[in-house]
């Protein structure tokens, strides 16, 4: 997994100096946000990227929101590797026309400004058509180490 460099950062500014991530809070920085937003995409937004780097564009496409809690989230650390998985499959809707590329990338942001936290490879690569119906699955899995 790779995180978005401006999502560094705000970890780092966030561990060492305590600011809060902005994107991450409540407009009056007191409460966290309560979602994540979920983005596909046809190439790797890469570190420098943002979660509308390559995005995908297929008819009927929507970003799909996931709750910051655990009946949203497995957050978990087997072997001592944390990862995090969703709880549920995340459905994008159906691709009604116009599909473009296959898609390659997820990524998971904040949803203000587009901004990337972490993305990720789909495997295998979702080949889409009309009538296809984009599932990212509970084995799709963020790894920190």
Not at 12 to 22: K, M, Q, S, V, Y
Not at 43 to 65: C, F, I, K, L, N
Request: glycine fraction near 10%; charged fraction near 10%; hydrophobic fraction near 35%.
């Amino acid at each position: 997994m790779s995180k978005g460099n401006t999502f560094e950062t705000d970890l780092l500014a966030l561990i060492f100096n305590a600011t809060p991530i902005a994107d991450l809070a409540a407009d009056d920085q007191s409460t966290p946000a309560t979602t994540i937003t979920v983005a596909l995409h046809t190439a790797d937004p890469g570190d420098t990227g943002t979660q509308a780097t390559s995005e995908t564009a297929y008819t009927g496409y929507v970003r799909q929101t996931v709750a910051r809690t655990t009946g949203g989230w497995t957050v978990s650390s087997p072997g001592g590797v944390g990862t995090v998985s969703p709880v549920a499959n995340i459905d994008f809707p159906e691709c009604t026309a116009a599909p473009g590329g296959a898609i390659t990338h997820f990524s998971v942001g904040t949803g203000v400004a587009s901004k990337l936290l972490y993305s990720g490879t789909v495997s295998p690569n979702i080949t889409m058509a009309a009538g296809v119906i984009p599932r990212l699955k509970t084995t799709s899995t963020i790894t920190e180490d």
